[in-house]
């Protein structure tokens, strides 16, 4: 049984969290992580921020479990007008790397609970919940999640969301400081 807990949300500290909790993990691994933030209508909306940080770290951590040493692991952030109207901002999170990927047959049951596939898994740990969860939250945030794969291609994962705005709330200042395309970088 799952809740949301609907509070003002900063974009800016939402991903300044999942640096400072992946950023180890990176290091260890000798992975190569970038943030990529781009047209940025607003910085603060109304969301479950815990929820999101969830489905956010559970999407990084697959990808530091199955991408290489000296791989990438990117995460972009960027919003556009949302068809919900001006109240609404439309925030578009991807996560992509460049690991081992899956088949074709395994993505369309990725979200099913206890699905792992087999022949590259087993020696990595892992319940196979982590996706039906995300699934489940973004469903619950009335979002949409899809993942795009090839075997040792590495994958794609696009999770967009309808989020409330506050427009007197928003933090123009920091978001005026990124310049387009400009790169956050945390390892490698």
């Known amino acids: 049984k799952l809740s949301l807990n609907i509070d003002i949300l900063s974009l800016r500290e939402t991903m300044e969290s999942i640096v400072n909790i992946v950023q180890p993990q990176i290091k260890e691994r000798k992975q190569h992580f970038d943030i990529f933030i781009q047209d940025i209508l607003t910085e603060e909306v109304c969301c479950d921020g815990v929820r999101l940080n969830q489905v956010l770290i559970n999407l990084l951590s697959n990808a ?9 692991i990117n995460v972009f952030l960027t919003q556009e007008e949302s068809p919900m109207g001006e109240n609404y901002v439309r925030c578009h999170f991807r996560v992509k790397d460049n690991g081992i990927g899956m088949s074709e047959e395994f993505q369309k049951k990725i979200f099913d609970t206890f699905s792992r596939e087999d022949m590259k898994v087993q020696k990595i740990e892992g319940t196979g919940l982590g996706m039906a969860i995300s699934k489940f939250i973004v469903n619950m945030m009335g979002g949409t999640i899809e993942v795009f794969s090839e075997v040792d291609r590495g994958s ?18 920091f978001w005026a400081r990124w310049e387009i395309d400009r790169i956050l970088s945390v390892g490698g």
């Not at 696009?158 to 705005?165: A, C, G, P, Q, Y």
Request: hydrophobic residues 45%; proline residues 4%.
């Open 156 to 173: 794609l994962f696009r999770v967009d969301l309808e989020l409330r705005v506050l427009e007197e709330a928003a933090d123009r200042q």
């Open 64 to 72: 530091i479990k199955f991408t290489p040493a000296n791989g990438k």
